[in-house]
């Protein structure tokens, strides 16, 4: 077989479950608490969703009696980005139905929710799970990023979960595809389905996250995956002294990834988009900063360091944010026109379409940037932010500004990287191995006791696996309306970085010290075995996030 060694020993990996789980999913007890509302707009959303609004936050306590036992029959969608420990989210689902009942049938959607709205599925079957669990990867039925958000998809869904006899559905995936399994629950209630729809929280990019949801599984092990190539090119560039690195690093819009892996790593430069936006600093301003760190290590005889730059940073600089929204309008209306033209013709025609102020900064810019910054916008109108070279953009930038200041004499000779799909699929951690499986675990009950519109939620995470607690969380307790493409929606609301909040000031009251020295820290490859304080260790950002 094509399994590695590490492959062979990590399959045989126990994933750890809170203790509330330990005795099966028939021997626990649910623990309902008072009605819930959603974070804001609570009248809309109520309206929005009659069936399943308000409903109780639940926790799981372990029980000495069994609920009587009947087969469980769920369907699972992968959604979105990959995110390590997928697979043990699944592997988490099946053991905790097949508990409950040997008969039970664990039915996996492929390719993402297109497969759920075609009825295309393969049934997953011990052997299947088996070569599966603790690996990284969503390749055990694949995942896609088809929305499910008409009336005609949800029918569709509802037929097929009335073909397969579902008790319940589970979705796993992020912000928008958890606020989708809430609408499709609210549906298939609206209709008299027996079929429920929850969800798991999944996501590198950290932003789905609140009071109840500590974390989204896949930050750990892709930010530790991260820091260990960074730690890597630091000693690099502290032993050759002579480039500096320019290191863009995944997470379509909010920051988490940047800041985390900065916490680990402690580099000499570290930009957070929600800082920028903040303090409406313009790209020109953004340069001047960068440039001045370079400059005075320069002045100290150390032409070299490490830069992080989160992908999201463009569409967070105010003038380029602007420029961005406007030429997707301007692309939007005039898609033909410009189709064919090159890319200095495109500026030139496009230019004409945005404010004058967006065509300066649009003009402004390396003819690669402009290039890619009118590349074709995905299927939910946003631009592609993994494949806009910011990293490039800013290297250009700085040497061109180095290049006016009379009193630079030091050398700026810098390298690009860009950390994203190398991390998204890396073998889970310990953290994420047991995290996914317990909210897999999780799910199961939810779905044997046909609790509608949850979250399934794990949380206490910095107290060790013994003493989490796990739950259900009604999803309409994390939403509020928000604009998109011209309507109110009733969505997730997005975590982006607190600026008020202990990891960033963390990293605030450090970075000057960290911009002159070299601090780097050295996190090396993520540990499957030895010291838990080694092998089991969370990230800095929950660490510091829950004071622990
Ligand atoms: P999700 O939000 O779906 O988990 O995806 C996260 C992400 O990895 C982002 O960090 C990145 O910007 C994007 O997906 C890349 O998308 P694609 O895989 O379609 O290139």
Redesign the pocket.
Same mark, same amino acid.
């Given at each position: 077989d094509n399994l590695s060694v590490l492959g062979k020993a990590r399959k045989a990996y126990q994933p750890k479950l809170p203790a509330s789980l330990r005795n099966g999913a028939l021997k626990v007890a649910l623990n309902k608490g008072k009605a819930t509302e959603s974070v804001s707009d609570q009248k809309k959303i109520k309206a929005l969703f009659p069936n399943t609004y308000g409903a109780p936050y639940i926790s799981l306590k372990k029980a000495t009696k069994a609920v009587a036992a009947r087969p469980v029959n769920v369907g699972v969608v992968l959604s &979105? !980005?990959q995110?390590p420990g997928g697979h043990n989210v699944i592997a988490g689902i099946f053991d905790g139905i097949k508990s409950i009942s040997p008969k039970s049938k664990l039915l996996g959607f492929l390719g993402g929710p297109s497969g759920l709205e075609n009825g295309k599925f393969k049934v997953i079957d011990a052997k299947l799970m088996d070569a599966y669990r603790n690996t990284g990867g969503f390749d055990i039925i694949q995942s896609g990023?088809t929305k499910l958000e008409t009336e005609e998809q949800w029918q569709k869904c509802l037929a097929v979960a009335k073909a397969q006899k579902l008790d319940a559905i589970v979705i796993i &995936? !992020?912000d928008d595809s958890n606020t989708n399994a809430a609408v499709l629950g609210e549906y298939f209630q609206a209709q008299g389905a027996s079929c429920v729809v929850c969800g798991c929280p999944?996501?590198?990019?950290g932003d789905l996250k609140n009071e109840y949801i500590e974390t989204s599984f896949g930050f750990d092990t892709a930010v530790k995956t991260y820091s260990e190539l960074i730690g890597n090119i630091m000693r690099d560039a502290n032993s050759a002294q002579k480039y500096w690195h320019f290191i863009k690093l995944?997470?379509?819009s909010a920051s988490h990834i940047a800041l985390e892996a900065a916490l680990q790593t402690h580099p000499n430069i570290t930009l957070i988009s929600e800082e920028v936006k903040e303090k409406k600093m313009k790209l020109k301003q953004v340069i001047k900063y960068v440039a001045d760190i370079v400059a005075a290590r320069a002045a100290d005889g150390k032409n070299f360091g490490v830069a992080l730059i989160p992908?999201g940073l463009l569409e967070f600089i105010p003038d380029v944010g602007v420029l961005i929204s406007e030429l997707s309008e301007a692309l939007a209306h005039h898609e033909k026109e410009v189709e064919d033209l090159d890319t200095a013709a495109k500026v030139e025609k496009l230019s004409q379409w945005v404010s004058k102020s967006s065509a300066e900064v649009l003009k402004s810019l390396p003819a690669g940037i402009q290039a890619q910054l009118m590349l074709e916008r995905?299927s939910h109108g946003n631009v592609?932010?993994?494949l806009i070279e910011t990293e490039k953009l800013i290297i250009e930038m700085v040497k061109k500004e180095l290049k006016s200041r009379k009193n630079f004499k030091g050398k700026f000779s810098a390298l690009n990287h860009f950390f994203?799909y190398e991390g998204?699929c890396a073998a889970p951690s310990n953290f994420d191995a047991d995290y996914c499986y317990s909210l897999g675990y999780t799910a199961s009950v939810l779905a044997y006791h046909k609790l509608n519109g949850y979250m399934s939620s794990v949380r206490d995470l910095t107290k060790g696996v013994d003493k989490w607690v796990a739950g259900g969380i009604p999803i309409t307790m994390m939403m509020n309306m928000e604009r998109r493409h011209g309507e109110d929606k009733p969505v997730i609301q997005k975590a982006l970085v607190k600026l008020d909040a202990a990891p960033f000031k963390y990293l605030a009251k450090n970075r000057d010290v960290w911009a002159k020295t070299e601090s780097y820290t050295y996190p090396g490859p993520i540990q499957y075995w030895g010291p838990s304080e080694v092998a089991d260790q969370t990230t800095f950002t929950i660490r510091l996030e829950r004071g622990a």
């Amino acid at each position: 077989d094509n399994l590695s060694v590490l492959g062979k020993a990590r399959k045989a990996y126990q994933p750890k479950l809170p203790a509330s789980l330990r005795n099966g999913a028939l021997k626990v007890a649910l623990n309902k608490g008072k009605a819930t509302e959603s974070v804001s707009d609570q009248k809309k959303i109520k309206a929005l969703f009659p069936n399943t609004y308000g409903a109780p936050y639940i926790s799981l306590k372990k029980a000495t009696k069994a609920v009587a036992a009947r087969p469980v029959n769920v369907g699972v969608v992968l959604s &979105g !980005g990959q995110a390590p420990g997928g697979h043990n989210v699944i592997a988490g689902i099946f053991d905790g139905i097949k508990s409950i009942s040997p008969k039970s049938k664990l039915l996996g959607f492929l390719g993402g929710p297109s497969g759920l709205e075609n009825g295309k599925f393969k049934v997953i079957d011990a052997k299947l799970m088996d070569a599966y669990r603790n690996t990284g990867g969503f390749d055990i039925i694949q995942s896609g990023r088809t929305k499910l958000e008409t009336e005609e998809q949800w029918q569709k869904c509802l037929a097929v979960a009335k073909a397969q006899k579902l008790d319940a559905i589970v979705i796993i &995936g !992020g912000d928008d595809s958890n606020t989708n399994a809430a609408v499709l629950g609210e549906y298939f209630q609206a209709q008299g389905a027996s079929c429920v729809v929850c969800g798991c929280p999944k996501t590198i990019d950290g932003d789905l996250k609140n009071e109840y949801i500590e974390t989204s599984f896949g930050f750990d092990t892709a930010v530790k995956t991260y820091s260990e190539l960074i730690g890597n090119i630091m000693r690099d560039a502290n032993s050759a002294q002579k480039y500096w690195h320019f290191i863009k690093l995944m997470g379509r819009s909010a920051s988490h990834i940047a800041l985390e892996a900065a916490l680990q790593t402690h580099p000499n430069i570290t930009l957070i988009s929600e800082e920028v936006k903040e303090k409406k600093m313009k790209l020109k301003q953004v340069i001047k900063y960068v440039a001045d760190i370079v400059a005075a290590r320069a002045a100290d005889g150390k032409n070299f360091g490490v830069a992080l730059i989160p992908e999201g940073l463009l569409e967070f600089i105010p003038d380029v944010g602007v420029l961005i929204s406007e030429l997707s309008e301007a692309l939007a209306h005039h898609e033909k026109e410009v189709e064919d033209l090159d890319t200095a013709a495109k500026v030139e025609k496009l230019s004409q379409w945005v404010s004058k102020s967006s065509a300066e900064v649009l003009k402004s810019l390396p003819a690669g940037i402009q290039a890619q910054l009118m590349l074709e916008r995905d299927s939910h109108g946003n631009v592609q932010v993994s494949l806009i070279e910011t990293e490039k953009l800013i290297i250009e930038m700085v040497k061109k500004e180095l290049k006016s200041r009379k009193n630079f004499k030091g050398k700026f000779s810098a390298l690009n990287h860009f950390f994203g799909y190398e991390g998204r699929c890396a073998a889970p951690s310990n953290f994420d191995a047991d995290y996914c499986y317990s909210l897999g675990y999780t799910a199961s009950v939810l779905a044997y006791h046909k609790l509608n519109g949850y979250m399934s939620s794990v949380r206490d995470l910095t107290k060790g696996v013994d003493k989490w607690v796990a739950g259900g969380i009604p999803i309409t307790m994390m939403m509020n309306m928000e604009r998109r493409h011209g309507e109110d929606k009733p969505v997730i609301q997005k975590a982006l970085v607190k600026l008020d909040a202990a990891p960033f000031k963390y990293l605030a009251k450090n970075r000057d010290v960290w911009a002159k020295t070299e601090s780097y820290t050295y996190p090396g490859p993520i540990q499957y075995w030895g010291p838990s304080e080694v092998a089991d260790q969370t990230t800095f950002t929950i660490r510091l996030e829950r004071g622990a």
